[in-house]
């Protein structure tokens, strides 16, 4: 074992014993997410509860028009849904799942943010029984607008 790898492993080492708290702390920071929705809407309360059932911390305002909100977030019209949410400084638009939100914190694409424009029946927080429309995640921002994924 060479002396920069006896170094490296010392550091982590000490990092994990130190750390774990710190790596906590950082990854809840990260999973801060801010939502702005009508005060009506429950799938944008569903919505949330699913963002919280995946180690999301929300801040949710309620907020009469979204209209100034999704303008100010640059969501136009045809991708815009029902809520905005903003996280490490990407938008998130209507009923994206968790796991494409953590997945696009991990990746970190040029962009503004991601999208599902329109409300699917069966995306998180549209669940309706066992009936599931196919949907996609929509990757947005000066780039274009891409597929991020897609669901059944």
């Not at 640059?74 to 796991?99: D, F, M, R, W």
């Amino acid at each position: 074992m060479t002396i920069l790898n006896r170094r490296s492993l010392l550091l982590s080492a000490g990092a994990a014993l130190l750390g774990g708290v710190v790596s906590t702390t950082h990854a809840s920071e990260l999973l801060a997410i801010q939502v702005y929705k009508s005060p009506w809407c429950g799938c944008c309360g569903a919505w949330v509860e699913h963002l919280q059932s995946h180690g999301f911390t929300t801040e949710v305002f309620d907020v009469e028009d979204l209209t100034p909100v999704k303008s100010h977030y640059g969501v136009s019209p045809k991708l815009q849904s029902c809520h905005t949410a903003v996280v490490n400084g990407y938008v998130i638009e209507g009923h994206v799942p968790a796991q494409d939100i953590k997945r696009l914190l991990e990746e970190r694409p040029e962009a503004t943010g991601l999208t599902v424009p329109g409300m699917p029946i069966g995306s998180p927080g549209m669940e309706q029984g066992d009936h599931q429309e196919a949907y996609a995640v929509l990757l947005f921002g000066e780039n274009g607008i891409s597929i991020f994924s897609q669901h059944p």
